[in-house]
């Protein structure tokens, strides 16, 4: 079946550690995003992806990096310059016309230990 | 001021009634996406509308493109419709603006 996957699903961070998420698609989809979820307000845009070795920052980018090597994959790396990461976080992704529906992953939950 | 805002933040309802969720929006848009965000978080698109309405199953979306308002309803509303329910605008051609979603509640 096609669909996004993301891993893993539960995530712990130490202090001063980087850690990466991952997200993985089998539908073909041009253009990948990745949004922070925190309690009580809107997701919003981390970075995104239009195209293989092409990514734009999105509102809240600071203390994040992604990379875009293939098409499928789209990791976002949480490095210790993210100093509030405790969130809820979710890769997309869609075909890339504007009006196109968007396919979520499952989502992975991080945390400072 | 949030550039969408959903209506009610929560709401809870007994089975078979008829719910309506109401968002605005305060920006020029190219599309309105309802997404269903169920409680282990994983997000499912409902709709995606740049006008008039759409139907599937009990959902029914509309949207008023004049008024920057948009509807989402479900008839005759089951359990398993409890989730949170998430209005997205899209602004340009890949920013997309969240609400900050209506949690609803069916009780059997």
């Known amino acids: 079946d096609g669909g996004i996957t993301q891993s893993p699903k539960y995530l712990f961070r130490k202090e001063g550690q980087n850690v990466t998420l991952s997200c993985e698609q089998n539908l073909n989809h041009d253009a990948m995003y990745w949004y922070r979820q925190d309690p009580g307000q809107g997701l919003r845009l981390i970075y995104y992806s239009q195209i293989v070795n092409d990514f734009q920052k999105g509102d809240i980018a600071e203390g994040y990096s992604v990379s875009r090597e293939k098409k499928e994959s789209f990791p976002l790396t949480v490095t210790s310059a993210q100093k509030n990461p405790t969130a809820f976080y979710l890769c997309a992704s869609r075909r890339g016309s504007t009006n196109e529906k968007l396919f979520f992953g499952s989502g992975t939950q991080l945390s400072v230990l | 001021k949030n550039e969408v805002e959903q209506s009610p933040q929560n709401l809870t309802a007994q089975e078979g009634e008829f719910i309506t969720i109401n968002c605005s929006y305060s920006v020029g848009i190219s599309a309105l996406h309802w997404l269903q965000q169920h409680p282990g978080g994983g997000i499912v698109s409902l709709f995606m509308?740049?006008?008039g309405k759409k139907k599937h199953g009990r959902l029914i979306a509309t949207i008023n493109i004049q008024e920057k308002h948009s509807s989402l309803h479900i008839t005759a509303s089951h359990p398993r419709d409890s989730a949170v329910y998430i209005c997205?605008?899209?602004?340009?051609?890949?920013?997309?603006?969240f609400g900050q979603g209506t949690r609803l509640t069916i009780n059997p």
């Open positions: 997205a605008v899209m602004k340009g051609a890949q920013k997309l603006v």
């Open positions: 509308l740049s006008s």
